[in-house]
């Protein structure tokens, strides 16, 4: 099994359509929790942080549930700009890093 | 957040020679991580660089392939030694992971497309 799992995809959208992306992770001591967006490519690019409280910005909403080690990511209203591969990542210290495999976006007009 | 410049941006490269890979943060930080993304896949880390002491590598990925230098605190570079094709991927190095909460994530140069012939 691995450290990271994310939907496979690809999700293929309408403008306006509401998407969420999911995320599982096994190490229960995991400390940090990331969203990051990656265009064609590019590198990564952080999108958000993630919270147990959960945490919103703008169209993007995203939620933590450490009993369930799930993240979940929320797109509201897609853009055709927001078409990108988005990685779920997990920190168990500053250093250590398990990125997920990514769930590829395409936002169709 | 910090702004980090890596070159070069590509290189194709003959089998059983070795590409330096270079990284240059605006900032001084004290852990630097080296990644390598093969083609459709995702990130996997290669090593932590710390200033002033021997990288630590992952699983799988040893100092005599992957040789990283850190001579200061702003600079680091990654070798990709006695390459095959298989080495053939995009190696990116990266900044951050602070904060009181370990949550203001990672900063990444914009990565060295390699390829090996």
């Known amino acids: 099994r691995k450290e990271v799992e994310q939907d496979p995809g690809p999700f293929n959208v309408p403008e306006g359509a509401t998407v969420a992306f999911n995320c599982t992770y096994s190490?229960?001591?995991?400390?940090?929790f990331f969203w990051y967006r990656q265009d064609c490519r590019k590198e990564p690019k952080l999108l958000m942080s993630v919270y147990s409280s959960g945490n919103e910005d703008g169209r993007f909403t995203a939620q933590l549930n450490r009993a369930s080690q799930y993240i979940s990511l929320l797109i509201r209203d897609s853009k055709l700009s927001d078409s990108a591969t988005y990685l779920c990542?997990?920190?168990?210290?500053?250093?250590?890093?398990?990125f997920g495999d990514g769930t590829t976006l395409t936002v169709k007009p | 957040s910090a702004v980090i410049s890596q070159k070069p941006s590509r290189d194709i490269c003959q089998r059983g020679t070795s590409l330096t890979i270079q990284c240059q943060v605006d900032?001084?930080?004290?852990?630097m991580f080296w990644y390598r993304q093969q083609p459709g896949q995702s990130l996997t880390l290669i090593a932590t660089a710390n200033q002033g002491s021997e990288a630590t590598y992952e699983s799988g990925f040893v100092i005599d392939k992957f040789p990283i230098s850190r001579p200061n605190l702003t600079f680091s570079t990654l070798t990709v030694s006695n390459m095959s094709p298989e080495d053939s991927s995009i190696y990116l190095c990266?900044?951050?992971?602070?904060?009181?909460?370990?949550?203001?994530?990672?900063?990444f140069g914009s990565g060295t497309r390699l390829t090996v012939v």
């Open positions: 990266s900044v951050g992971g602070g904060g009181v909460l370990l949550d203001y994530g990672y900063t």
């Open positions: 900032s001084q930080v004290t852990m």
């Open positions: 990542v997990v920190s168990y210290n500053a250093g250590k890093s398990t």
């Open positions: 190490n229960s001591a995991s400390q940090s």
